[in-house]
């Protein structure tokens, strides 16, 4: 005989699975980034916890909220659509309004992204542009979306460190081709000229862009502000900009000498603070710590959506897969002779008053409208 408690019992029973098993993997994944950052804490000291801290959140606001750098290039580039670039400016625009007068202020304790105007570094950010189209990926869209499965990115993300590594063994060769010396912005002066100069930009970009295209939605406004807030809390704690490319190329550095080569012929991973970087752990280097973070922070927004990185390998023939490697390559070594990539060029460069940081967005932006282009001639998606 059957009661009401037990129809009640077996009715409900089969719908508990579908409601508790989201939120069960949903809690292991964030208790999983809470543990990572707690044990890097008592590993190696609370800052550098912090740090990876920090990582995280870069991490999830670039997936989370479709935050990034190549792809919105690409759409003012074919549609004219400007909204993702503006949410870059404003970005940079708040974290100069507090990086420029802290930097001032700072007694020498906090640095700029500052580099100085050369040949390399011009024609550096043009290959990055260009390269960074053909894989669909900045230096931190790479590492976002290699944290969420994209296959094109998983193979081009080893392939940016060893050319960050080999970009850096040769720097010194490259920045004796001739460069100006560093020409930077500071204090409110500073700010000023900046906020000038990224108004400029953004009303250049509203004057070419069509009424459809004329707004900037919230998502990107939020993300704006949350990845400036980030951005600031790296600098104070780091007491650096937010960077991408040193780390990558440290990782690739830090294999090679393990393998047993020989890195005294390079003046850059020769000078004392590279060999000490190469001896300590890699959870004490600041930029590696929030290139983790934000390959797990993508990892932890994709699978919070999916339950697992779905994305698919796709089918693409060899001459695709052989353009990601050379182009990730190409990512690295050029954004290391072009003193950084998006992040530590563009975005933190600009930010903290650097001159290079917009000469290197003007050249990287060619770069860009050539690499839209090569796209389609390496199959990695169909000609238009």
Known sequence: MTTLTDTSVKTT???????????????VLVLAALGAVFAAALLVGGRFGLMLAIGLGFGIVL?????????PWRAMILRRDPAGIWAQLLSIGLVALVALPLISAGSGELAGAQAPVGFAMIAGAFIFGAAMQVVLGCGSG????????NAVALVALPFFAI???AGAYHLIWWTDLGALPIIKFSGWQGVALTLVGLAAVAAVLWKLAPPEHRRLPRRLIIAAVLLAAFAILNLIVAGQPWGVVYG??????KAASAAGADLSGSAFWSAP????????SILTDYTSLTNIGIILGAFLVASWRTGGLSQKVPG???????AAIVA??????????AFGCNVGAFFSGIATGSLHGWVWFAAAFAGSIYGVRLRPLFKLEPKP
Request: a positive charge.
């Open 13 to 27: 029973a089969p719908f508990l699975g579908p409601l508790l098993r989201p939120l069960l993997r949903r809690g």
């Open 63 to 71: 997936e989370g909220l479709r935050f990034g750098f190549a792809g």
């Open 142 to 149: 790479t590492l976002v979306n290699a944290g969420s499965g």
């Open 163 to 165: 050319g960050s590594f």
């Open 248 to 253: 990558l190329g440290l990782w690739a550095a």
């Open 273 to 280: 603070g590279s060999i000490e970087r190469l001896k300590a």
């Open 316 to 322: 693409l023939p060899a001459q695709a897969w052989i």
């Open 328 to 337: 990730g390559f190409l990512l690295g070594y050029s954004s290391r002779i």
